[in-house]
């Protein structure tokens, strides 16, 4: 069965830092890709970075410079550090799995919720 679990969610203070961390099981996850998402309060979900099994990235435009995604393969896990936190950050963050970052996301965890306060 394959499993995603997000931690690392909490308030902060703006100007503050997170880092959210993705625990995978059930499937190889050296050969498949994580993605980061988020939904603020009353919004569609955004997608904000997703890693390839080979390191490759691809940030959005928003994420570029403030968030940084790493993969730990020894350990199954994807971590998403969130620097210089806005209020507008606020919301549940979640991640996938997809085969190649360009590909629809078959596996999502249950999230984890992020709050900026001012």
């Known amino acids: 069965e394959v499993q995603l679990v997000e931690s690392g969610g909490g308030l902060v203070q703006a100007g503050g830092s997170l880092r959210l961390s993705c625990a995978a099981s059930?499937?190889?996850?050296?050969?498949?890709?994580i993605g980061w998402f988020r939904q603020a309060p009353g919004k569609g979900r955004e997608g904000i970075v997703c890693t390839n099994s080979d390191g490759r990235t691809d940030y959005s435009n928003f994420a570029k410079g403030r968030f940084t995604i790493s993969r730990d393969n020894t350990k199954n896990t994807v971590y998403l550090q969130m620097n210089s936190l806005k209020p507008e950050d606020t919301g549940v963050y979640y991640c996938?799995?997809?085969?190649?970052?360009?590909?629809?996301?078959?596996?999502w965890g249950q999230g984890t919720q992020v709050t900026v306060s001012l």
């Open positions: 059930g499937f190889t996850f050296d050969e498949n890709a």
């Open positions: 996938a799995m997809t085969p190649i970052c360009a590909y629809d996301y078959y596996y």
